[in-house]
């Protein structure tokens, strides 16, 4: 099944687009990863070493949860291009297609 990476800046829907997707899909199959699910606060993305855990963890998360079964939806900070690219491998050595969901939002 896909991964589905959802990118847009802060505070442009992303989660709730997400929850909205999630509920839509069939919940037995779906994984939504976010930071409310890996227990990550605002203040993880304050310093450049704080940012590198919590992305690391985000990306662990993914990587576990990435099977042939299920819908992976990974709404994080994925506006960095290379981070994006870093999932898309992840989806390629699992042989699983994968889309990006842009969310836009008005300043």
Known sequence: MPLVIVCGYPASGKTTVSAALASYLDPAKVVLINDESLNLKRTSYLTAAEEKKARAAFMAAVER???????VIADGMNYIKGYRYQLYCLARAVNTPHCCLQVLATE
Do not use: F, Q, Y
């Open 65 to 71: 949860s990435l099977n042939s079964e299920t819908i």
